[in-house]
């Protein structure tokens, strides 16, 4: 194979597993991580090294495995995606996205044999099964972006599934936060073929920013939330309201423009924003270096976004 053709196949590969949505998963479980053990980090690397390969695999499945029972669909909305353009099989997808599937319940079962606890497993083991109903029966239903929102949801578990007891209110507030806002980005999504709906996309707004309104409760809910939040409440508030201003004006612009490329950006900054409201959520039960730590995950997201479409 000429480096051209390879370069060109590895390129493929990479618009399939959406590669800078990755670390987008990845931020999840970080800061899922970081809220539950900030304070034992370095004794914590093996269980995080396993539960970050867990959520790249299962995204990946999830990805792929969407291009493969779409690919007949995409072949008349879609035509230059990998499969069907040929630049991929689609048994090579197919392979693929089970392999992935299976490769990250199994890191999941390894991160819970290293941290002692069956939560790992069980998170990973759902969040597989939300996927595989995803794309195999939901996608095209009513229900299809609220289980993507589930998806999200229990991937921001699945970083904190390694807390020693029960999980605290703040923890359930930020993975139901996280569902909210990405079932509404999921919902936006849909009208990027076909006709869109000006209502859907005002609705689905409205989902994604009541997603963002929740985090405004995090600092209370918690018993030690960042001592800077607690001196001076009005910064957490500030901060949310800046983030739903940013997020409802990119998805607003869309709206009024309603055109297949500025739908698609608006679904593309929206995901991109998910790192920033992980890092956001760090900072409120932890600190700023814990946020600075998840934002360095949107450096590969805003360079690989720049020659891979993360839609």
Known sequence: MSAEKSSSHVMAWSRLVRLPNVFTAAADVTMGLLVVHADRLPAAVPVIALLIGCSALLYVSGVVLNDYFDRHLDAQQRPERPLPSGKISPAAAAVVGWAALLGGVLLAC????????????????????????????????????????VCRGLNALLGMSVADGPLADEHLLIATALATYIAGVSWLARNETGVPSRTHMTLAMLVMLSGVGLLACLPQLSDQPNRLLLAQPQRWQLLVAVLVV??????????????????????????????????????????????????????????????IEMT
């Not at 069956?118 to 299809?144: E, M, S």
């Open 246 to 307: 940013m997020i409802g004006w990119r998805t607003l612009w869309a709206v009024i423009e309603a055109t297949t490329l500025r739908i698609r950006r608006a679904v593309s900054q929206a995901i991109v924003s998910l790192v920033v409201l992980d890092a956001a959520a760090c900072f409120a039960l932890r600190d700023l270096r814990c946020a600075m730590f998840v934002l360095l995950l949107l450096l590969p997201v805003l360079v690989l976004q720049q020659v």
């Open 110 to 149: 390894c991160a819970t044999v290293a941290a002692g606890q069956q939560r790992p497993a069980v998170t990973a083991l759902l969040l597989a099964g939300a996927i595989v109903a995803y794309n195999r029966h939901l996608k095209a239903t009513f229900a299809g972006p609220l289980v993507m929102g």
